[in-house]
């Protein structure tokens, strides 16, 4: 089994910045796609970011390209969203998501099987 924990959430002005943080448990970290997922009060759950188990490529969202980076660290145990030049827009709970080796369809919350608990951002005017 795997347990992933958020971390980073919070209130912040429009144009700052945070970075989430989400810690894994369980089986090898590095074996796992990762992807993080948000929900904004009245819509559906939105892909964010994802980063592969087999080479660490990367996607994104078209509305947060340039502006955020999902980044695995060196023990391989977390992985990050830093958040930049944020917008009234990014204000949602903010969730982690884990799937063992592949996912194909990285942008659909369904292929995941391992979720954390969330975190809220908060992004005022």
């Known amino acids: 089994q795997v347990q992933l924990v958020e971390s980073g959430g919070g209130l912040v002005q429009a144009g700052g910045s945070l970075r989430l943080s989400c810690a894994a448990t369980g089986r090898t970290f590095s074996s796992y796609t990762m992807a993080w997922f948000r929900q904004a009060p009245g819509k559906e759950r939105e892909f964010v970011a994802a980063?592969?188990?087999?080479?660490?490529?990367?996607y994104y969202t078209d509305s947060v390209k340039g502006r955020f980076t999902i980044s695995r660290d060196n023990a391989k145990n977390t992985v990050y969203l830093q958040m930049n030049s944020l917008k009234r827009e990014d204000t949602a709970d903010y969730y982690c998501a884990a799937e063992f080796r592949n996912a194909p369809n990285y942008s659909d919350y369904a292929t995941y099987d391992y979720w954390g608990q969330g975190t809220q951002v908060t992004v005022s005017s």
């Open positions: 980063i592969t188990w087999r080479d660490n490529s990367i």
